[in-house]
């Protein structure tokens, strides 16, 4: 079935480190791709997304390309700030008869050290 | 104020007990979602409605029900609650539209402890 893994965490940076947290999915049809993330107390919001394949989303410094000959969708961000400490989601939603329903990898806690 | 909107936020309740979860949007959105989260599982789908006369189960909607009240409000209910529900719980909302990449906006999450 169709389905997403993350790379474990939690994953524990310096600032100013370079981060990836690793993505792969599966999927019968052509997905859209996203990254949501989940600040500590609150609820998911959107980071990026990409809608086909060599797309880059790109937004406050992170960056992921979607790759459909290795089934990835990696984030990564140059410079890493104390403020990026949350968990991240990846997460794909199908462009046919799946009603932008959303399935989910199980998240990846970082924590960026001063 | 928020776009969406959950109360309440946190719920401690015994097992057995009929537990109501809900959720407004002031997004103007037609399609609304339920989602628990555990700890290393992410989030699942409980069930999903697309307007206000169309519900459909998600992957783990055995022991919930759902209510579509209005396009604003759509209610989660534990009939019976058990301690393995015990999880955060999120709404979240998006537009219809014609595309399927639409963004899906979250509430804050309800956390729920059945003892």
């Known amino acids: 079935g169709d389905s997403v893994t993350q790379m474990e965490g939690p994953v524990t940076l310096s600032e100013e480190a370079f981060l990836t947290i690793n993505c792969t999915y599966t999927?019968?049809?052509?997905?859209?791709l996203f990254w949501y993330v989940q600040y500590p107390g609150e609820g998911l919001q959107l980071l990026l997304k990409?809608?086909?394949?060599?797309d880059k989303g790109s937004n406050k410094g992170f960056e992921a390309t979607y790759r459909k000959e290795t089934t990835s969708f990696h984030l990564e961000k140059g410079s890493v700030q104390v403020s990026d400490s949350a968990v991240y989601f990846c997460?794909?939603?199908?462009?046919?008869?799946?009603?932008?329903?959303?399935?989910f990898g199980q998240g990846t806690e970082l924590s960026v050290k001063p | 104020d928020a776009d969406v909107t959950q109360t309440p936020r946190n719920r401690i309740t015994k097992t057995g007990k009929r537990i109501m979860l809900e959720c407004s949007q002031t997004?103007?959105?037609?399609?609304m979602y339920w989602y628990r989260q555990d700890p290393g599982l992410g989030l699942r789908l409980i069930y999903y409605?697309?307007?206000?006369?169309?519900?459909n189960k998600g992957e783990i909607s055995d022991g919930y029900s759902v209510s579509r009240q209005a396009q604003a409000k759509f209610s989660l209910s534990l009939e019976s609650a058990i301690p393995n529900q015990t999880a955060l719980y999120f709404c979240?909302?998006?537009?219809?539209?014609?595309?399927?990449?639409?963004?899906?906006?979250f509430g804050p999450g309800t956390r729920l402890t059945v003892l």
């Open positions: 979240a909302t998006s537009d219809s539209g014609t595309s399927f990449t639409d963004t899906q906006y």
């Open positions: 999927a019968t049809g052509y997905p859209s």
């Open positions: 990409a809608t086909k394949a060599d």
């Open positions: 997460a794909l939603s199908l462009i046919y008869n799946q009603g932008g329903k959303l399935i």
């Open positions: 997004k103007g959105h037609d399609r």
């Open positions: 409605s697309f307007d206000v006369k169309d519900i």
